[in-house]
């Protein structure tokens, strides 16, 4: 076995490794309908959901000086027979809620 040949081919396949983990990793973003159902999920214990929208573009968003990749959405739900109104602001990579405000 030629060890040059051998040593030439595990260095690209580390380096192509590298380049496809990196690609991958950036494009880590959750879908904005997955962030709206995980949203709607976590609103519909105590009521129904009667609509919901979210913005299909993320955009910057900044709080507590810490920058977040973000989908801003909103939900419309019914408890005990009383509509009630939330815009949210939710991580675009873990789908996690940032801010919630009752409107």
């Keep these: 076995m030629n060890w040059k040949t051998f040593g030439a081919g595990l260095g690209a396949g580390f380096a192509a490794g590298f380049v496809l983990w ?12 997955k962030v709206l159902n995980h949203v709607k999920s976590l609103l519909k214990t105590d009521g129904r959901i009667q609509g ?3 913005l299909m573009k993320p955009e910057m968003y900044e709080k507590y000086d810490l920058p977040y990749k973000v989908y801003r959405g909103g939900i419309t739900k019914n408890t005990n027979g009383r509509q009630e109104s939330f815009e ?3 991580d675009a990579k873990t789908a ?8």
């Design 22 to 33: 990196r690609a991958l990793d950036q494009k880590s973003e959750a879908s904005p309908e």
């Design 52 to 54: 919901s929208w979210i």
């Design 88 to 90: 949210f602001i939710a």
């Design 96 to 103: 996690g809620i940032i801010e919630l405000i009752a409107r």
